[in-house]
Structure formats: C-alpha cells, structure tokens
C-alpha cells in the first residue's frame, strides 16, 4: 500500500499477479475510502469500549467495596451517589448511541410537521439551567416567532446538544446566549454563543465525527458522551 499524493492525499493498493508466460499483471485500487471506513469502525469500537469500561470500573469497584467492607451511613450514601452518577452517564451513553444508530439507519424522511419554534426554545432554555444548577446566565433572544415544519423531536435534540455543549464547555459565572431569528428571505437562523474555553480552528473539521473530542479528559469530566455533535450532524442531514 503506498500513499499518492495529488490534490488530495490518497491510498493506493497495489498487486503484482503472475499473468501468462512471463508476464505480471499490475493491480492498482483506490482504498482510500476504504481504509477510512476501516479506521472510523476501529475507533468506534475502541472508543465505545473505553467510554464504557470506565463508568463499569467505577461501579463494580464500589460494589466490591460495599461487599466486603462494613461502610459507615455516610460512606454509604457517598458510594452510592458515585455509582449512581457513573450509571447515569452509561445510560446517556447508550441512549445517544441508539438515538445515532436510529438517524443514520433511517431511511424513510423525518416525521415532518409544523410546531411553533417559540415554546421549543423556552424548553431548551429551562433544560439549560437545570444542567446549569445556577452556575450560568442563561439568556434567551427570539427575534421574530415562527414555525418549523420537521421532526419535533430530532429538530429538540440537535438545538438541546449544543445548547448543552455550552453549558458544559463555560466556566461556572460564564453566560449561555441562546438566540432566534428570521432573516429576510424566509431563512430561520439558530445560534448558541456562549463565553467558554472555545475551540481551536484545527478542530473544527472533525468536531462531528463519533467521539472525537477536543480535549479527552476535560470531556468525560463534563458528563459529555463525545456523541452530541454527531447526532446534530446527522438530524440536519435528514432535514
């Protein structure tokens, strides 16, 4: 295999087959797409491993613990809260894996019908400072209401992700903007500004693929499942 460099990079997969007298035959393929594939199932699966193996360790260490050790209430109670915590974030885990596996399997048009954009925003806005728990200014700026005709629930999932996504990614006393408007050709305009570490350009082009993260341990610290922007991605495909 040898990488040929043209306009873009590509993977060459190259095959030398005896070919009547004396002859060989040259087989030149193109893997590139291939091996990207290859290498994205390879990372998932690693990834999907890890993200789940560590919440287990957690939560069986725990339960190792509380067999065989006589804990003190308190002791008890904090072990538990912990094992909870660890639970709750393989459950999101593997809902947000469903909830991918079920956008990118679909094939029939989303489940399109008209709702006011208005009450979906308060929504978000509420789900904001409930994960906030009063560590944020949550504002919200609707410039002109009106409705959108898609699927309720994928349209609730990719805003609430990266309404979401600047929660967790603000320092406490940042300030979360969550902002509506209508331009004059008809376009419905939805943005989330929020004043947080920020993402270098370098990462902008691979921030939708499955699990890459930024920054891997300031990530699982903030109960993210590296699988939100994908999700995002992949409802505004549909739509």
């Not at 509506?180 to 943005?191: I, K, Y």
């Given at each position: 295999v040898i990488v040929h460099q043209s306009r873009e990079p590509s993977l060459l997969s190259m095959q030398v087959v005896p070919f009547g007298d004396d002859e060989m035959l040259l087989l030149?393929?193109?893997?590139?797409?291939?091996?990207?594939l290859s290498r994205m199932r390879r990372d998932f699966i690693a990834n999907v491993s890890h993200e789940l193996k560590t919440p287990l360790t957690v939560v069986s260490g725990f339960v190792e613990t509380?067999?065989?050790?006589?804990?003190?209430?308190?002791?008890?109670?904090?072990?538990l809260g912990l094992m909870a915590e660890q639970t709750r974030n393989m459950q999101r885990l593997v809902d947000?894996?469903?909830?991918?596996?079920?956008?990118?399997?679909?094939?029939?048009?989303?489940?399109?019908?008209?709702?006011?954009?208005?009450?979906?925003l308060h929504e978000l806005c509420?789900?904001?400072?409930?994960?906030?728990?009063?560590?944020?200014?949550?504002?919200?700026?609707?410039?002109?209401?009106?409705?959108?005709?898609?699927?309720?629930?994928?349209?609730?999932s990719a805003f609430g992700n990266l309404v979401s996504n600047?929660?967790?990614?603000?320092?406490?006393?940042?300030?979360?903007?969550?902002a509506?408007?209508?331009?004059?050709?008809?376009?419905?305009?939805?943005?989330v500004t929020d004043t947080g570490i920020g993402i270098a350009p370098e990462h902008i082009p691979r921030l939708t693929?499955?699990?890459?993260?930024?920054?891997?341990?300031?990530?699982?610290?903030?109960?993210?499942?590296?699988?939100?922007?994908?999700?995002?991605?992949?409802?505004?495909?549909?739509?």
């Open positions: 030149c393929r193109d893997v590139t797409q291939a091996e990207a509380m067999q065989d050790i006589d804990l003190e209430p308190n002791q008890r109670k904090r072990y947000d894996l469903l909830a991918l596996s079920a956008l990118e399997s679909e094939h029939t048009p989303p489940d399109d019908s008209e709702f006011g954009v208005v009450p979906l509420a789900d904001a400072k409930a994960l906030s728990k009063g560590d944020h200014e949550v504002q919200l700026d609707v410039g002109e209401a009106a409705n959108i005709t898609g699927d309720r629930g994928e349209i609730a600047a929660v967790r990614y603000t320092t406490p006393g940042g300030t979360i903007r969550v509506w408007r209508v331009e004059p050709d008809g376009t419905g305009v939805f943005a693929e499955r699990f890459y993260r930024v920054d891997r341990g300031r990530s699982r610290n903030t109960g993210g499942t590296g699988l939100g922007l994908a999700i995002v991605k992949h409802v505004l495909i549909r739509h």
